[in-house]
């Protein structure tokens, strides 16, 4: 007669414990998962979006200062490849930040609020893989940089503007110009007057230069 394996009464609640843990981790990990590159239109009614536009996604490997930024491959290990020449500046359309010290032309210390701005577009954006919005109609500012909105994934993974977020936040102002068709210009200037009255003092001292 062959002897009967002994299973511990306990033994069902421990699998069931265990399966159900794994369908929690399983969850989590599916809810943390940032979400992909997309742009929900609807969600954006500053955009203009009837007006013919561009959109692609890069990586973004220098932040000069709060609105502007460089895009392109990250330097390679050999000395022959100059991967400057993928380098491309970006300048942020409908906004303009505090300037940061230029000695070269004679600006010696920031504008107040431009070490803020930066850091906020460098927690943003560096390193990171976003969307740029370009109009190809006005594709380049006065210095030849290429003007666009950037849309990045925040840390809970949610898509957002960072051009709106600085205005919104009061680490920009408004700067739109008259070819600047891609911008609801009415929302951008309400939005920088609503900032405006909500923190002032960030506003103290901007305006060296607005030039895109």
């Known amino acids: 007669m062959k002897k009967q ?17 794994c369908a929690g981790v399983q969850k989590t990990a599916k809810a943390a ?9 609807s969600r954006y009614s500053y955009v203009n979006w009837q007006v013919r536009h561009e959109k692609k996604i890069v990586s973004v490997i220098d ?6 930024i460089a ?11 100059d991967s400057s020449l993928d380098r491309e500046v970006i300048r942020f359309l409908a906004v303009n930040t505090p300037e940061i010290a230029h000695p070269e032309q004679g600006y010696h210390t920031d504008e107040p609020g431009a070490a803020a701005a ?6 943003a954006v560096l390193g990171k893989k976003v969307i740029f919005v370009i109009d190809p109609d006005n594709r380049y500012g006065v210095f030849g940089r290429t003007l666009a909105l950037i849309f990045y994934n925040d840390d809970r993974g949610d898509m957002r503007c960072l051009n709106w ?3 919104k936040r009061a680490h920009a102002k408004e700067n739109l110009w008259a070819a600047d068709m891609l911008c609801n210009k009415a929302e951008w200037r ?12 960030a506003f103290i001292g901007m305006g060296r230069q607005s030039l895109k």
């Open 33 to 41: 998962s940032p979400r992909s590159l997309t742009i929900d239109e």
């Open 190 to 201: 309400n939005m920088a007057k609503l900032s405006q009255l909500m923190t002032p003092a």
């Open 71 to 81: 895009a392109g491959d990250e330097p390679g290990d050999d000395p022959e490849d």
């Open 118 to 123: 930066t850091e906020f577009t460098k927690k």
């Open 63 to 68: 932040v000069y200062d709060g609105d502007t």
């Open 165 to 167: 977020e600085l205005l």
């Open 5 to 21: 394996r002994f299973i511990p009464a306990i033994y069902p609640f421990v699998c069931a414990l265990f399966l159900s843990s």
